[in-house]
């Protein structure tokens, strides 16, 4: 029997639910976005060099979450589908087994990050000050990285139970932290007033973050240990290893992980082409690049909160309401992103300038503003039909997908466009939309021949 407090997402109105359990991890994905755009935001009013190295940096943090990706996708189908079926034990063992490898696969990713993060800011800049920023910044933010990889798989441990509002409250109470302290710790007197600060700099923002991360993660770990959430976790059982459990995460999941990282490799060698037009190109990019997620977040909270309606329902051999969900979550999700493409798409200078530091923004720049809109509506559309994949656990399609999308359209238009072309940095954008209609198409027909419906886990 389902919890009292928790809803059953095996009857009643499919479109209904998507949205009750979606709407709060929105809110809570939205607000987690805010962390990013809230440091990018400060760290315009020190200079551009300060936002190019947040920028690599987040493009190097991104290459190690390849390590939660894996187990962080599998957990989703795994968790729903078990507690779908009424799998009480089954359910715990999972969500135990999963908080265990996110642990010890966030130590080995800080380990091997922090060791090589100096020269990676060197292989993509020559300019000393970003790699000074990008290392004061950085070096924080690897240590506190198994906090970051722990604090997702709890989110998703709530949400896969049916509880979306518990994760909400933590990403808010997180958020607005962070938006409290990242002020106070990075400047001697905050921009615009005449309140003092701390004066840390990049270190402050840094600590800001990760401070808030922490905080937020203790809480729910707190609940799931004392019993307060749908599933009760007992520390003792984290690092005791159920070889079955063991197996389906990484297989279930090694498809999402090598997506990740072949996505996170082209994005890499995207911005070393971005970096060949100077740091003002690489500054404008990591902007453009948070206010594309900042866009797709309510597509993201829809894809996770219909992924786990349909493994539930495919774990409670409804696949009815399955096909049902993913229909509904991709105009849903459409709809949603569509209100946040559409000031991109109007006010584009304006959104760049603020975070710019209030200067003035050039063409290059409104550019790819104009580009990004548009794509905003594309990568809704993939959100939408991914929910397929990612509740039922047959990931493969969404890597194919991906590998066409990134590496057969956008990295080989790149490529030419600047080293053999000698384009302009407008060429440069175009790729990124194309890569994503690549993608869509990619993603669509697999969604289409696919036995997504037949797969469980």
């Excluded at 090598?258 to 690489?282: D, E, H, K, P, W």
Aim: with cysteine; net charge positive.
């Amino acid at each position: 029997m389902f919890p009292k407090h928790l809803e059953d997402l095996t009857t009643g109105s499919v479109n209904a639910q998507i949205l009750r359990l979606s709407f709060p991890t929105m809110i809570g994905m939205l607000l987690q976005a805010v962390y990013d755009l809230v440091d990018m935001l400060w760290i315009g009013f020190i200079n551009p060099s300060a936002i190019a190295a947040a920028t690599l940096f987040n493009t190097f943090f991104w290459m190690v979450e390849v390590l939660n990706e894996i187990v962080g996708t599998s957990s989703v189908s795994l968790i729903s589908q078990s507690y779908g079926a009424n799998d009480t034990k089954r359910t715990q063992k999972i969500v135990e087994q999963v908080l265990g490898f996110k642990f010890v696969l966030a130590v080995i990713g800080a380990l091997v990050l922090g060791a090589s993060l100096k020269t990676l800011f060197q292989a993509f800049t020559s300019d000393q000050s970003v790699i000074a920023f990008g290392m004061e910044y950085g070096l924080i933010r690897v240590c506190f990285l198994p906090f970051f990889f722990s604090s997702y798989s709890v989110n998703t441990i709530f949400r896969c139970t049916g509880d979306g509002k518990t994760p909400m409250k933590l990403m808010v109470g997180a958020s607005l932290l962070n938006m409290v302290a990242d002020p106070l710790l990075m400047f001697e007197t905050i921009p615009g007033t005449s309140l003092k600060g701390l004066g840390w700099g990049m270190r402050g923002a840094a600590i800001a973050t990760v401070g808030s991360i922490t905080l937020a993660f203790t809480v729910g770990m707190i609940l799931l240990v004392t019993g307060k959430a749908a599933v009760r976790v007992n520390p003792r059982n984290l690092f005791r290893l159920d070889k079955e459990i063991a197996r389906k995460l990484f297989s279930i999941g090694l498809p999402s992980g090598l997506n990740l990282l072949l996505r996170n490799l082209s994005i890499a060698m995207f911005l070393r082409l971005v970096a060949l037009y100077g740091t003002q190109a690489i500054a404008i990019a990591g902007i453009v690049f948070r206010v594309y997620s900042f866009g797709m977040m309510p597509g993201w909270g829809l894809m996770m909160g219909s992924g786990i309606i349909i493994g539930q329902n495919l774990g409670a051999g409804k696949p009815d309401r399955a096909l049902r969900a993913v229909r509904l979550s991709t105009v849903d999700c459409v709809l949603f992103v569509g209100l946040l493409a559409l000031p991109v798409m109007l006010f584009p200078g304006q959104i760049l300038s603020i975070f710019m530091g209030g200067q003035p923004v050039g063409p290059e720049g409104l550019l790819i503003m104009r580009i990004i809109g548009p794509a905003l509506l594309i990568g809704a559309a993939m959100s939408g039909m991914g929910a397929a994949f990612t509740g039922s656990g047959r990931n493969h399609p969404l890597l194919i997908a991906s590998i066409v999308g990134q590496w057969g359209v956008m990295i080989p238009f790149a490529l030419i466009a600047t080293l053999v072309l000698n384009g302009p940095i407008l060429w440069l954008w175009l790729a990124i939309l194309f890569g994503d209609v690549g993608e869509l198409a990619t993603r669509y027909v697999l969604y289409r021949k696919s036995d997504w419906l037949n797969h469980r886990v």
